[in-house]
């Protein structure tokens, strides 16, 4: 028995004594399978080839990316709070020396994810953490690939984390349940969003985008992108995390301005997706 992790999108489903014959994350039309077919592993299998590396983006926000890069090089981010800390996304490979390093800096009081293709081992990391709770939008409740006590689904447009320290902001777009997290005191109180990949930093990092498929190149309709803006046009934020890398000149953050090129690279969007555009 095992929880096998899909190789294409990097998510663990449920105990099985054998990997389960689909994925409907990686079979979605909004992800991919490679081209020998869905492929499976194990985070025992993965112990011989990969380890986390962990990084400190800013006072209080740590990155952590797997090497080799895997599924799709997702990574997840610490954020640490006077109140608490929390994991920001997550990933598929957790060994041992993750979690004495997270736990050297204050460990994990709870999780949020901002759609499915962060989910990762999200319910070991939970497990590893004292069973913290996981905070996902309910509008992702038909997404779970292995259901677990410590997912507490949340509805509505907001949700505070620690007092305010920090906020889930209810997005949709790429997915109806997509969110992002707020951190006001980031950025040296100028204020951080962290996204998953909406707002996706593109290539040139003074432009995002916002995509029901990013690998598939299918765009989102101009009312989910408005609702996306209107949704995040209250929060002040200088500096954007992305939690997957782009390539070309960014390295998955904008530091400045980010705000101001959210608003930008969005009323560039809907034009480019007018009717009367040229
Ligand atoms: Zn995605």
Sequence with gaps: MACH???????????????????????DEREFVGINGLQWTTRQEMLSVHKNKIKCEEEGLYS?????????????????????????????????????????????DA???????????????????????IYIHENLKNWIARPADCIHFWNGETKDLFDG?????????????SQVLYWPAGASQNGVLLSGDEPHICMDPKQVSFMHSFPNYIPLNARKVMRILERLEPLNY??????????????????????????????RYLKAISDDSD
């Design 64 to 108: 952590i990316r797997t090497e080799p890069q895997f599924a799709i090089g997702q990574r997840a981010f610490l954020v640490q709070t006077p109140n608490g800390n929390i994991l920001w996304d997550c990933i598929s490979f957790l060994d041992q020396n993750t979690i004495d390093l997270l736990k050297e800096l204050g460990g994990i």
């Design 111 to 133: 999780i949020a994810i901002s759609h499915p293709h962060f989910f990762g081992s999200m319910i070991d990391w939970s497990h590893e953490f004292g069973d913290v709770p």
């Design 5 to 27: 992790i899909c190789v294409d999108c990097g998510v663990q489903h449920s105990f099985a004594s054998s990997p389960p014959t689909s994925c409907f994350i990686s079979q």
């Design 238 to 267: 200088d500096r954007l995390y992305c939690a997957v890398l782009s390539g070309g000149g960014g390295d998955g953050v904008i530091r400045q301005m980010a705000k101001q090129i959210v608003e930008r690279s969005g009323k």
């Design 165 to 177: 320290k920090l906020k889930l902001v209810q997005t949709g777009g790429h997915f109806e349940g």
